[in-house]
């Protein structure tokens, strides 16, 4: 298994640029997530995915849309890219046969996106 | 709301004990984690303690749970360089939804 793997690793946009960051998984999960990472404030929830056709919004979401068409895949689309939106994004996925009552996250390498 | 605190740095010398502390506020909490990022990677699972449990050990690494203060702790005993990364703290009260704290960051000299 590959677990779950994100592209790109690193990219850099302009503002105002859109851009769709990748996230696959082959481990079956049912769920999938999105966070940011920034210096001093641990990891942010953008939107989840508790199965295919089904998203929510988490702590931080503006700027930012998701879609879960298949179990495997959950991009994350940036509308219109912000300085504020510079950091590294982690996608993660889990299920409820997992360690410790399926809360358990598996996360990708992460991308990290530089917008100037 | 809830909230997961840590101090942002430690530094041991190798072969010492290290001890990471973190604090929660979410007295539902169920789940405790111990996640280790390692430079340009994503977290791993480390280790995870149920809340109606007060200590776990496993090899090297011993979790402390004080439910009553909302407390965890994490013992990496005989620490080694390759234990310098990032620790997250991290609680869930069910379901998928997770808190984490801030991280610390786990200098170890030789």
């Known amino acids: 298994n590959a677990g779950v793997t994100q592209t790109p690793k690193f990219q850099v946009l302009k503002t105002g640029q859109s851009m769709t960051l990748q996230c696959a998984q082959d481990m079956n999960h049912e769920y999938m997530s999105w966070y940011r990472q920034d210096p001093g404030m641990g990891l942010r929830l953008i939107h989840y995915?508790?199965?295919?056709?089904?998203?929510d919004q988490g702590e931080v979401p503006n700027g930012y849309n998701v879609s879960r068409s298949t179990t495997e895949d959950f991009p994350l689309r940036l509308l219109s890219a912000a300085p504020s939106q510079t950091s590294v994004y982690f996608c993660a996925s889990g299920d409820s046969r997992g360690l410790a009552g399926g809360n358990t996250q598996y996360f990708g390498p992460g991308t990290r996106l530089t917008v100037l | 709301g809830e909230d997961v605190e840590q101090s942002l740095f430690l530094s041991v010398r190798e072969g010492d004990s290290s001890v990471i502390n973190c604090t929660y506020t979410d007295s539902s909490s169920t789940y405790l984690y111990w996640y280790k990022q390692e430079p340009g990677a994503g977290l791993q699972l480390l280790t995870y303690i149920f809340s109606n449990m007060d200590m776990k050990q496993d090899q090297r690494l011993t979790v402390l749970l004080n439910k009553k203060d909302k407390h965890l702790s994490l013992r990496i005993a005989d620490t080694q360089t390759g234990d310098s990364a990032i620790y997250f703290c991290a609680e869930s009260t069910g379901g998928f939804k997770t808190i984490f704290g801030a991280g610390t960051r786990l200098f170890v000299k030789a």
């Open positions: 995915s508790v199965g295919a056709g089904i998203t």
